[in-house]
């Protein structure tokens, strides 16, 4: 929807940007996301609900902890909630809608992890040096990039742009006290008017972490590496050619509430771009992007003392893509049409060792080799009805085929389905309205959508994927029928000097609602394992979601904010859904005076009462946290230094939440120190 | 834009270079060699003929064997095909003597040169004990006969079980296909045999093979939508299907039972029974 709140966000460096860029490429971006400085001029601000600003280049002194995780900046989005396998990679619920139901991409493009456990979401192999925001549309707003059911997160990537000779330097460290964290990074840029290029680079080194009282969680510690550069090149007026590529390699990565670990997790991210900024009004950016990336997953069980049965799990995945996107605008009518498609590859093997060394490997494709390809398009008209109120309406439409490639994994799979057709084909639809008015501060929208999605690989086609938080083996079902969402969203806030409330809200029903059922003619494969679980549909599922901010600044230098959040989900028998979370709060006091800066939060959750048995899930108890963090620039006139130390998870609480994976603890209390030297 | 319209007539050029590149495969030229696949076992000589024994893999083993015979005339150095066969394999234990199942050896086609039939070899050779097979043919009226010996080595996989059945009758139970498992749903072949007496073994009649595969190297798993083998005729062997989920090594445990339901052999797979007394075992 359009310019709502832009929380995190990190205003002051956005309106220095527009000023040192140069008029012709301050096109769409940065003055999309200045969308505070704009009142009902936010047109162009389009679908995106929230931005997340990320980035090690610019350190926000809004942000408690710069060289966080990924996962942690996204974390404070009251949309996002993160589950928790472990210390790392944790997989991102939109609107309480895990990946499946989510769309995730970089910079537009089509990620796929390569983990039957959804040990590596797309968040997992990019670092916060990489990127320069997150954007976090609800719902069917999000279908731009592709189909999705919750919404979707963008990560944008970070880079300069043309401009004055300019030459930065960035070194950034960090140490954790809970997992003796270690993160080292370090940045350089160049950038002239015809030229720029960023490279960067991230280290993370933790151990262990201990739970509140000290207690050591065995099998989470990991390292991470990730190195990345991004490279643009002005071709001709206005036009402009970037390459991007990034690296991510994270090795040793203990997963404390799965019975795996990881030891190799590798991606290679690439794209180029061709950007076309005409001067005439008519089409204001065209942008044409192809991108490859390749994802090697290695789960294994080699480090674990007691195991059943020795196992490897390795996973691929690689995808090949494209999209053109085009703006235009035509008198109040802002139009976006987006042509993408992409094809996927997904690959992933079990291959368990026998006791008696003589005996053969066994051997099973846990993702038979399919072959996902999608070719859509997507529409969006936007428009000013007045000087007040807006429009926005979207449709897109998209072929998508599964084809599994591998005869050894179609035979496999057709011992459930000897029906089984190697080849599905779906169409998939998605139109969403929305308006909205803005005027003397008080502004609402309301908004409804429809979309649909296909199932994911393991929901398709996945064979004997053991989930252990129920202690079933899963297998794929190839005749689902697309899952789909009907959704209505509305919001109300109000804007005074001094104050900012908002409450908002979304509903989704969502029909043919995939789950795993219980099929009691099946035993199941991993040993102690109650049963089998085959994908299939309900009914329907429905999920609401209220929040409800507010920000009141007590004194120029003094910020309060506060956040209530709530859920619900249950399917068409009232019976819960999994991993809705309770009722969520925040509230924090900022206090920002020249080079310094505080923070004192408070979060925590309510009692998870909603807990959805069927599915596993057993009650979890409240919890509250208290953090702090303190921070200081230094400033010796051309270099800067931002030093940041604080406490998370003050009073040491043992506590875990319905979000963590077997319900493992939590880190307890992390005393922190990041330092970012930029020259 | 050139740029962007460039990449996509590349790929587009790619793509039909790559898809042209594939119909260049060279057409098979159809060979009507009977021995193809075969690989010849042994043969044997008398004053006449020359007795060519041929299986797929060139030898024999311990359970269903099934094996071509094909006849040359010495002094015409020509193939019989009018051959009328008729076989019996015979173990010389210690103290006696006896046979096993075997079928009636036929012509495979009219104009080929090629007999077939099985055999299952129900116990291995050893240093005192050996297996013979007496081979008897007419052609033309005339009678001739040819003796070989046979190997049977000891099979580290059981696909053959020979038992005193609950009735008091001894049968034969042989694994026969798939002879290359696959992960897949496998068409799953059994012969099941009575022992008359020591000479005769004709095949059982009207039983039920009841399957139940198992992995006792991961937790004893088992795999869905197994078929219990039956008769699709009397005389014939026992079809069924055999699920397996993944390579390695699998148990089949198996229960013989009669038309009533009545047990001959074998007990359901439990928490406290981990495999039955009649099975079979195959490894891929």
Request: charged residues 20%.
């Amino acid at each position: 929807m359009f310019p709502m709140i832009v929380k995190h966000c990190f205003l002051p460096n956005f309106s220095k940007m527009k000023k040192t860029i140069p008029l012709f490429f301050l096109s769409v971006f940065y003055l999309n996301f200045s969308a505070q400085d704009i009142q009902h001029d936010s047109l162009k601000h389009s679908n995106i609900q929230e931005v997340i600003v990320i980035g090690t280049k610019d350190i926000s002194q809004k942000q408690s902890k710069p060289l966080s995780s990924i996962d942690e900046y996204l974390e404070q989005s009251a949309n996002i909630n993160m589950l928790k396998r472990g210390a790392y990679a944790w997989e991102p619920i939109l609107n309480n809608m895990p990946t499946e139901r989510t769309l995730v991409t970089i910079d537009g493009m089509r990620i796929f992890g390569a983990c039957t456990d959804k040990m590596d979401p797309v968040t997992s192999y990019v670092e916060v040096s990489n990127l320069s925001r997150a954007e976090i549309s609800s719902g069917q707003s999000g279908s731009s990039h592709g189909s999705t059911i919750g919404g979707s997160i963008d990560l944008v990537r970070e880079k300069s742009t043309f401009g004055d000779e300019k030459f930065r330097f960035g070194l950034n460290s960090g140490f954790e006290s809970v997992n003796l964290q270690k993160i080292f990074g370090s940045s350089v840029s160049y950038r002239n008017t015809k030229f720029y290029t960023d490279l960067n680079f991230m280290n993370r080194d933790a151990e262990n972490y201990k739970a509140g009282n000290g207690e050591e969680i065995r099998f989470s510690q990991y390292r991470k590496f990730n190195i990345s550069g991004i490279s643009g090149v002005k071709i001709g007026k206005n036009k402009l050619l970037e390459a991007s590529v990034i690296y991510d390699k994270a090795n040793d990565v203990g997963y404390p509430a799965l019975p795996m670990d990881v030891s190799l997790a590798e991606a290679l991210i690439t794209s180029l771009k061709f950007q076309y900024l005409p001067k005439n009004k008519f089409i204001s950016d065209w942008e044409t992007k192809i991108y490859f990336n390749t994802i090697t997953h290695r789960m294994d069980d080699t480090k674990r003392p007691s195991v059943p049965i020795h196992m490897d799990m390795p996973g691929w995945s690689k995808t090949a893509g494209y999209f053109s996107k085009l703006q235009t605008t035509l008198n109040q009518h802002h139009f976006n049409l987006n042509l993408s498609g992409f094809y996927n590859q997904s690959v992933a093997e079990m291959t368990m060792y026998p006791t008696n060394p003589t005996e053969n490997l066994m051997f099973m494709y846990t993702w038979p080799d399919v072959r996902t390809f999608n070719q859509g398009i997507f529409l969006e008209d936007h428009f000013q009805l007045d000087d007040f109120s807006e429009f926005r309406f979207s449709a897109s439409l998209s072929y998508h085929s599964n084809k599994v490639q591998s005869d050894f994994g179609l035979n496999s799979l057709q011992i459930f389905y000897p029906e089984m057709m190697a080849q599905n084909n779906r169409i998939l639809k998605s139109l969403s309205a929305n308006y909205s008015r803005n005027q003397f501060g008080f502004e609402y929208g309301i908004g409804v959508g429809y979309g649909d999605r296909a199932p994911s690989v393991s929901e398709g086609y996945g064979f004997y994927l053991f989930n252990s938080a129920e202690n079933y083996d899963y297998i794929g079902n190839p005749n689902l029928k697309n899952e789909s969402s009907l959704e209505a969203n509305a919001y109300l806030s109000l804007k005074k000097t001094n104050f900012f409330g908002k409450i908002s809200s979304s509903y989704f029903h969502i029909s043919n609602y995939i789950v795993g059922k219980v099929n009691p003619n099946f035993a199941p494969m991993t040993i102690g394992a109650k049963g089998v679980k085959l994908y299939s549909a309900l009914d329907y599922a429905t999920i609401f979601n209220i929040s409800l901010d507010a920000e009141i600044k007590v004194l120029p230098e003094l910020k309060w904010t506060s956040q209530v959040v709530y859920s619900r989900g249950k399917d068409f028998e009232n019976v819960n859904l999994p991993f809705i979370s309770p009722i969520s709060y925040l509230s924090k006091i900022l206090f920002e005076k020249n080079k310094f800066n505080a923070e004192f939060s408070v979060n925590g959750n309510l009692k998870n009462s909603s807990y959805a048995s069927v599915y596993g899930e057993k009650p979890v108890s409240d919890y509250v946290l208290l953090n702090a963090s303190l921070g200081y620039k230094f400033d010796f006139g051309h270099s800067k230094i931002f030093t940041k130390l604080g406490v998370e998870n003050l009073l040491d609480r043992n506590y875990t939440t319905y979000a963590d994976w077997n319900r493992i603890p939590r880190p307890g209390r992390n005393f922190f120190v990041n330092i970012n030297y930029n020259f | 834009m050139k740029f962007s319209l460039k990449i996509f007539i590349a790929f587009f050029a790619m793509t039909l270079f790559l898809t042209s590149c594939r119909t260049s495969d060279d057409p098979v030229t159809p060979t009507v060699n009977e021995l193809d696949g075969l690989n010849k076992i042994t043969e044997v000589s008398n004053d006449t003929h020359v007795i060519e024994l041929y299986s797929a893999s060139g030898t024999t083993k311990m359970g269903y064997n099934n094996l071509k015979i094909r006849i040359k005339n010495k002094s015409t150095n020509q193939y019989e095909k009018s051959a009328t066969i008729s076989w019996m394999p015979v173990m010389h234990m210690t103290s006696m003597s006896h046979s096993c199942p075997k079928s009636s050896v036929k012509k495979i086609s009219t104009d080929g040169t090629l007999y077939e039939g099985y055999i299952v070899f129900q116990m291995a050779d050893n240093a005192s004990e050996y297996w013979d097979l007496k081979i008897d043919y007419q052609i033309n009226g005339a009678s001739y006969t040819a003796t070989t010996g046979i190997s049977v080595p000891l099979e580290s996989k059981k696909t053959v079980t020979s038992f005193l059945g609950s009735d008091n009758s001894r049968y034969i139970v042989a694994y026969i296909e798939p002879r290359t498992p696959k992960v897949s749903v496998n068409d799953w072949v059994v012969g099941v045999w009575k022992m008359e007496d020591m000479m005769n073994f004709p095949v059982a009649d009207g039983l039920t093979v009841k399957l139940d595969p198992r992995m006792p190297g991961m937790g004893n798993h088992s795999s869905p939508n197994n078929l219990d083998a039956k008769q699709v005729q009397a005389g014939g062997f026992y079809f069924g299907k055999l699920s397996l989920t993944m390579t390695g090594y699998w148990k089949l445990n198996l229960q013989l039972t009669k038309a009533d339901g009545t047990v001959l052999k074998g007990e359901p797979v439990t928490e406290a029974n981990p495999a039955s007394s009649l099975y079979h075992e195959i490894e891929f």
